[in-house]
C-alpha cells in the first residue's frame, strides 16, 4: 500500500514522535518486563490458533491502517530490541497490516506463550501495548494529527477510587460548549471514593479550526472499535479508513483501557437531550431530573466510543449529554451538579 503510506505517513509523524520519545509515561505490565521468553520454531500456517480464539475487542488485523497500525508498529520494535537485541523492521513507520505485521506479531505471540492469531486482540494488546501511567494533574498522553497535545486532567486518586469517571467535553470541534462542565469538575474536591478523568479536547485539531471532523476530515465519533465503512471523505459522517486510523482515537481506546472507567460521560451539540448505554438508564434519567434535558434513545452509531463501551462494558454507566446551542449558565449549573450527583452515586 505505498500510496496510503505516502498520504498518512507524514500526518502520522508528531504522534510516531510522541510515543517513542514519552515510552516512560506507560506503564509496563509485570508479565511485559519478565515474560519475554525464548522462541520456538515457528509454527506452520496449520499449527497457528484460529482467530475464532481471540480475546475480547479485535484492535488490529490484516488490513487495518492508520495510526494504530503505527502503534503496533512502534510496540513490536520494541518487544524486537528487547528479544533480539534489534529491530526486525527499519525505516518509516507501518501504517498498513500486511503479511510483514502478521509474520512479526505472530513471532511475538509464539514467544509470549499466546495464541497466534495474527491479530490484536485484548490478551495481545495488554503484553505489547502497556496502559498509560496516570496521575494526578494535567499530563499528554497522545499527540493529534497536527501534533497538538492530547492532555487530560485526573482530580483525585485513580489508584484508590471506587469510582473513575471518565469525561469527553469535545469530540466534534465545533461542539464545545460542554468544556466549561470539566473546567469546573476540574477546579472542584471530588466525593470520597471518586476520581475523574477529564479529557476537555480529544479533538484539539478540530477545535482550532471550528470543525466537526479532525485534521484527516474524519469524525472520531465513528472511528472506534465497531467502525463500518460507509460515506466517503468529505462527508459529515466519514469514519476514516479503519478502526483507530486516527492518533486521536487511539488515545482515546488506550486512555479508557487504562482507566477502566465505572462511568463515562460525553458532550455533544446540539440535539438538547440525554442518550445512555451499558447500565446508564436510570443515571440518564437522575441527570434529566437536574437538568430537564429529556431523555432519548439515539441510535447505536457503529465506531462510536460510547457504542463500543456500552456493548463491550455493559457494567458502564455511559451518558451522551447532547447540549442545546447556546448553553445558557444556569443550565451549565444543572450540569455540573448532575454529572457530580451521578459520579458520586452511580
Request: net charge positive.
Amino acid at each position: 500500500m505505498p500510496q496510503l503510506q505516502r498520504v498518512l505517513a507524514p500526518t502520522l509523524a508528531p504522534a510516531l514522535a510522541l510515543a517513542l520519545a514519552g515510552s516512560a509515561a506507560l506503564a509496563t505490565p509485570a508479565a511485559a518486563a519478565t515474560g519475554i521468553r525464548a522462541a520456538a520454531a515457528a509454527p506452520s500456517a496449520s499449527q497457528a490458533t484460529p482467530a475464532r480464539q481471540t480475546v475480547g475487542d479485535v484492535v488490529a488485523k490484516p488490513g487495518s491502517v492508520g495510526a494504530i497500525v503505527a502503534s503496533v508498529d512502534l510496540a513490536l520494535r520494541a518487544s524486537e530490541v528487547r528479544h533480539h537485541g534489534r529491530a526486525l523492521r527499519q525505516g518509516a513507520a507501518a501504517v498498513y497490516f500486511g503479511p510483514e505485521t502478521i509474520a512479526r506479531l505472530k513471532a511475538f505471540q509464539q514467544r509470549n506463550k499466546l495464541p497466534v492469531t495474527g491479530v490484536v486482540d485484548e490478551a495481545t494488546e495488554r503484553l505489547l501495548r502497556p496502559r498509560l501511567r496516570l496521575t494526578r494533574g494535567v499530563q499528554t498522553i497522545g499527540r493529534s494529527v497536527q501534533g497538538r497535545p492530547l492532555t487530560v486532567r485526573v482530580v483525585g486518586d485513580l489508584a484508590t477510587a471506587e469510582r473513575r469517571v471518565v469525561v469527553f467535553g469535545c469530540v466534534h470541534g465545533n461542539e464545545c460548549e460542554g468544556v466549561p462542565i470539566l473546567d469546573a469538575i476540574a477546579r472542584s474536591t471530588p466525593p470520597r471514593g471518586v476520581a475523574y478523568v477529564l479529557f476537555a479536547h480529544p479533538n484539539p485539531d478540530g477545535a482550532a479550526a471550528g470543525t466537526r471532523h479532525n485534521a484527516h476530515g474524519v469524525d472520531l465519533n465513528r472511528n472506534s472499535i465497531g467502525w463500518v465503512k460507509r460515506y466517503r471523505p468529505g462527508h459529515v459522517y466519514y469514519p476514516g479508513p479503519g478502526a483507530l486510523s486516527e492518533p486521536e482515537s487511539v488515545t482515546i481506546r488506550d486512555l479508557v483501557r487504562s482507566v477502566e472507567p465505572t462511568a463515562f460521560v460525553t458532550y455533544h451539540q446540539a440535539l438538547r437531550c440525554i442518550d445512555y448505554a451499558g447500565r446508564g438508564g436510570p443515571w440518564a434519567k437522575v441527570y434529566s431530573r437536574a437538568t430537564g434535558l429529556p431523555v432519548t434513545v439515539l441510535p447505536a452509531y457503529p465506531g462510536s466510543t460510547a457504542t463500543w463501551l456500552g456493548t463491550r462494558y455493559p457494567s458502564i454507566v455511559s451518558l451522551t449529554v447532547e447540549l442545546p446551542r447556546p448553553v445558557s449558565r444556569a443550565l451549565l449549573d444543572r450540569n455540573i451538579a448532575a454529572l457530580k450527583d451521578v459520579a458520586a452515586r452511580h
